[in-house]
């Protein structure tokens, strides 16, 4: 019985299109992988499945009725259940208190702790079997949270349930414990929806799956009939065998070593990183989304103080425990959300750009506005910044313009590392590839170098000297010049050589 | 199913703790200070001092645990006061029993008011309370413009049992070791019993710890800000009878040094500030703390320029303490992430 199917679901956001026609069935007592790279449109289709966004075109239909949900509440009433990130947890309250949250039973008027705590540990202590549950959420290990939400959803009784990316926290034993549960789950009759970047998880545990590719499910497969392929569901994922003809337009990395790290470590988010930087290179970072590339990015900049790192630019030691120390050496950061880290919305522009001249430079008492507001006249001409005067809040720039002014705060100081995190995100085709040409510009003419983290992976493939590909805090392959091609970083990213 | 023996450690560990331990201090401080201190008498006088102090911190600790905090505390007391002296007359005993229903209901409506405007309106409960607090001063001098206004004669029993020994020589026993104010507390403390075995007791803890949790878990989030102002207020409204039952008179402004100490109180007895943490039994202690703190300088002959000073000084280092305390015992729990 098909107890789940979404036929050509489209959903955009503000412009930018998550689904343009996704299809889906899931089958009673079945698990049903999700396979795609980022922003393919797996995670959308689940949280619209849940009810947690609407979708604009497609028809859902669940247990044979139509569904249109306004809100999650409702979808979970229906029997669906979904755990993605820890999203329902209340720190303070314990383990056995979050799993019955919302759904707590009484006896006469007063709650049932006794039956509610026995339900708990009925279901935790099968993927964890030491838990106390006793102990308050914010003791925990993130590994064991998400056991908690798993633990919550599943004690609901879901006909349906959603996994988003569930093991991405967990360890090995807990990931063995998740897929016995979810087995049992399935054969009481229950359909799973299971989504995972690690490629021989979902071989190894779906009964068929559905790979995504730019918002449509490209191909699926049925394990009872099909073989587990894996050449063929990397064919689906990236979608060709071959380049498809983007023009590389890097140079040839010339020059000494200016950045040389050597032992990175940050807790279990950066894990023992080794790599050098050489003048006038352009080294990428990628991998699969939350691998850790945009904390590597902080940690370079300076942004942890408990970081242990062995660092040398240009073969001076240095400290990377605060970001005025990384400045000061050169080192400057372009960050991944620029609204909130990046600038201040509500000042002007000039405001924006000449904010670490102030800082840095400890020349003068009284700040000399005369003087800086022409040579922002020239930052702006040189980065072809569009907007209505210095003066405007930078707040109602384009996305484009905006990251020009972050970019533009740097120019004037000398710049020898250019850390960029997603620096072209949400900015049209146009503005990127300005942004891009003027970026290459600098380090051709002035040597200067730039770590480079894209979500996109074109991006990446089109401006980078050398790629690093990340894996859950550790640098897992480098890739030269001739091997940056989409099928390696696939390959690399979603660590096909394990298993 | 496996469950870790509860250790002493744990205990310990825990910021009321360290509040048990400030409050045996104090304790032991007054005790060396007042001479008569366990004397029935002086100890009946002591918890009537102390009662007004404990129940608004009572009210206001549930209110913190919710996510919220309530500046209009010692105005809604205030303003209490000058309706149950509105409406009852020296010479109609009924009055008292109509004064005391229609003040029942007032507060009701305090907490309805306050928690409409944190849990639906989506105000700052800093700025909202604030703005409340306004409004029952204006009602209450509206009633009451000076302070005054009537009570009945039966009244008394809130403050002292003597009233009715007329009635009954029970309550003339009663009157030598038992204060009215103490059976409030109680009272309070079955109010607030009762409400923590509750699914809303929960969702109180869990709206204040994290409402987006509570809301994606299927919680009503504002219901149950709502309701946490409402039993604030009905806290507030037994520290109204005990005022009207101890002068007989209303006065808009008598609540006003409560409110501040009432938040202050709640800290000491480990309630964070930002809610969904705390015991309201142990901001009882608290408010004895705070109480016992005043007893101190008074006894120590501090001169009267200095009282508030080193009043507030006290306070400052017992909440520091218990916030230091707090961070302690967590830093060695919590799981970095960096």
């Keep these: ?499 | 199913m496996k469950t870790e023996k509860r250790t002493l450690r744990d205990f310990t560990s825990k910021p009321e703790f360290s509040s048990l331990l400030i409050l045996l201090m104090m304790f032991a401080l007054t005790a060396i200070l007042q001479k008569n201190f366990f004397e029935i008498k002086s100890i009946m006088r002591n918890v009537n001092a102390f009662a007004p102090l404990i129940l608004v911190t009572m009210g206001q600790a549930v209110v913190i645990i919710s996510g919220g905090i309530d500046l209009s505390s010692g105005t809604a007391l205030s303003l209490l006061t000058c309706v149950l002296t509105s409406i009852m007359r020296k010479n109609d005993p009924m009055t008292g029993l109509y004064g005391i229903i229609i003040a029942f209901v007032v507060a009701l409506l305090i907490g309805l008011i306050n928690g409409f405007g944190i849990g639906y309106l989506r105000i700052p409960p800093v700025i909202s309370t604030f703005a409340t607090s306004f409004i029952w001063l204006g009602i209450a001098l509206f009633l009451r413009p000076t302070p005054g206004g009537e009570s009945v004669s039966w009244f008394g029993v809130f403050y002292n049992f003597d009233t009715l020994k007329d009635a009954s020589g029970f309550f003339g026993t009663l009157s030598g070791f038992l204060p009215p104010s103490l059976l409030l507390i109680i009272i309070g403390c079955i109010l607030w019993y009762v409400l923590s075995k509750t699914k809303t007791g929960r969702y109180i803890y869990a709206v204040g710890g994290n409402s987006e949790s509570a809301y994606e878990s299927g919680i009503n989030t504002a219901k149950t800000q709502i309701v946490a102002c409402m039993i604030n207020s009905i806290f507030i409204f037994l520290a109204a009878l005990f005022f009207v039952g101890q002068t007989g008179s209303g006065d808009a402004r008598m609540g006003d040094p409560l409110t501040l100490r009432s938040i202050a109180a709640a800290v000491v007895g480990g309630i964070a500030l930002s809610g969904g943490r705390g015991n309201v039994y142990f901001a009882l202690v608290g408010a004895l703390i705070l109480s016992f703190v005043n007893k101190i300088i008074f006894f120590a002959n501090i001169p009267y320029a200095y009282q508030t000073l080193v009043g507030g000084a006290i306070v400052i280092v017992a909440i520091a303490g218990s916030q230091a305390y707090i961070s302690y015992s967590t830093k060695t729990k919590e799981i970095k992430i960096g």
């Excluded at chain 1, 314990?94 to 919302?102: A, D, S």
């Excluded at chain 1, 908690?148 to 004690?155: D, F, L, N, R």
């Excluded at chain 1, 008492?365 to 209505?388: D, G, M, S, T, W």
């Excluded at chain 1, 805090?473 to 979603?494: F, H, K, P, W, Y």
Aim: charged share 25%; with cysteine; hydrophobic share 40%.
């Design chain 1, 1 to 499: 019985m098909n107890i789940l199917e979404a036929k050509n679901v489209k959903k955009n956001f503000g412009g930018v299109v998550a689904l343009s026609g996704a299809s889906l069935t899931c089958r009673e007592g079945r698990i049903t992988g999700l396979l795609g790279a980022n922003g393919s449109g797996k995670s959308t289709l689940s949280k619209i499945i849940a009810g947690v966004y609407a979708p604009d075109a497609g028809e859902i239909t669940y247990l044979g009725k139509k569904i249109h949900y306004k809100n999650p509440h409702e979808a979970k009433q229906q029997g669906i259940g979904m755990v993605y990130q820890n999203l329902s947890l209340v720190p303070e309250l314990t383990v056995w208190q979050n799993i019955v949250l919302g759904d707590e039973k009484n006896t006469g008027y007063f709650l049932d702790d006794e039956s509610a705590r026995e339900r708990s540990a009925d279901i935790v202590h099968k993927l964890l079997p030491n838990i106390d549950i006793e102990k308050k959420v914010f003791e925990l290990t993130p590994g064991e949270m998400q056991v908690v939400e798993i633990t919550k959803a599943v004690s609901r009784k879901p006909k349906l349930l959603i996994l988003d990316e569930p093991t991405a926290a967990l360890e090995k034993a807990q990931v063995t414990s998740l897929f016995k549960l979810m087995k049992e789950l399935a054969s009481s009759g229950v359909a799973i929806i299971f989504t995972s970047h690690r490629l021989w998880e979902v071989v190894e545990i779906c009964h068929d799956l559905t790979i995504f590719r730019n918002g449509q499910n490209v191909g699926s497969m049925d394990f009872d009939k099909d073989e587990k392929d894996v050449k063929k569901i990397i064919f689906y994922i990236t979608g060709s065998q071959s380049e498809t003809g983007i023009a590389k337009t890097c140079i040839e990395a010339c020059g000494e070593t200016r950045l040389s790290i050597e032992n990175l470590s940050l807790g279990t988010m950066l894990r023992n990183i080794s790599f050098d930087l050489k003048q006038g290179e352009i080294l990428g970072v990628g991998g699969l989304a939350g691998q850790g590339q945009q904390e590597l990015m902080l940690a370079l900049a300076g942004n942890f103080a408990k970081i242990a790192c062995d660092a040398k630019i240009d073969g001076k030691p240095i400290k990377l425990t605060r970001p005025s120390n990384a400045i000061r050496n050169g080192i400057v950061l372009v960050p991944g959300d620029r609204e909130t880290e990046g600038l201040f919305s509500k000042h002007s522009v000039f405001s924006n750009l000449i904010l670490p001249k102030i800082g840095i430079e400890k020349k003068s008492f009284i700040v000399p506005y005369r003087k800086l507001k022409k040579e922002c006249e020239q930052i702006a001409n040189i980065l072809a910044l569009k907007a209505a005067s210095l003066d405007v809040p930078v707040s109602t720039l384009s996305g484009g313009n905006q990251q020009k002014v972050v970019i533009g705060k740097w120019l004037g100081l000398e710049t020898k590392v250019l850390l960029l995190s997603d620096p072209a995100k949400g900015i049209d085709i146009g503005a990127k590839a300005d942004l891009y040409s003027y970026i290459v510009n600098q380090v051709r003419s002035t040597g200067m170098s730039v770590i480079l983290y894209a979500s996109d992976t074109k991006e990446l493939i089109e401006y980078c000297d050398r790629l690093l590909i990340m894996y859950e805090g550790s640098i897992v392959a480098t890739l030269d010049t001739e091997e940056i091609t989409e099928e390696n970083i696939i390959r690399a990213s979603m660590r096909v050589e394990e298993k």
